[in-house]
């Protein structure tokens, strides 16, 4: 679907910080000749089109992006507004989610040209989009020793829609 600028309030973009059992979590590395961040290292994820939910667009971003299924529940760890280049803001939406299979990685070879399950540490040797914030909410909701439950998002019952 082509994006039309005057129907959108915001552009609502999902990204998925996809985190296996070692605490490892997925970077996917853009390609060299991309126009903007090329050969930096990013989530996967996308724009909300037409009437997708937040759910099936980045079930069906990860998919086309790294090949992961996910599972069910995401807990919704970060958000920011950015403003673009042509003036309209952008909404990017961090949440955490997990895969049965993360070794099931398959790029799409058209937007990126590598990928790693790294740490923070690791993270911080590479060039990337600013993604520190997402790996240390991570390590927050996992290392915490309070007893209160993450924000669990039922990612369905969200409308970012334009009426």
């Not at 296996?20 to 930096?40: A, S």
């Not at 299979?101 to 990928?115: G, I, W």
């Not at 540490?121 to 909701?141: D, Q, R, S, Y």
Request: charged content about 30%.
């Amino acid at each position: 679907m082509a994006y039309n600028k005057q129907d959108k309030l915001h552009i609502v973009t999902p990204v998925a910080v996809i985190r296996r059992d070692d605490g490892r979590i997925l970077v996917l590395k853009r390609r060299e000749d991309e126009m903007v961040y090329p050969g930096f290292y990013t989530f996967p994820g996308g724009k909300i089109e037409g009437n997708d939910t937040i759910r099936q667009t980045l079930s069906k971003e990860v998919k086309e992006e790294c090949g992961l299924e996910l599972e069910e529940g995401f807990i919704l760890i970060k958000e920011k507004s950015i403003g673009r280049l042509d003036g309209q803001t952008s909404k990017s939406l961090s949440f955490l989610c997990w895969t049965k299979n993360p070794d099931a990685v398959t790029l799409d070879k058209n937007d990126f040209s590598d990928y790693a399950w790294v740490n923070l540490e690791e993270l911080c040797k590479l060039k990337h989009v600013g993604i520190e914030a997402e790996f240390i909410k991570v390590e927050e909701i996992f290392n915490s020793k309070s007893n209160q439950a993450p924000f669990f998002v039922d990612t369905d019952q969200v409308d970012f829609r334009v009426n």
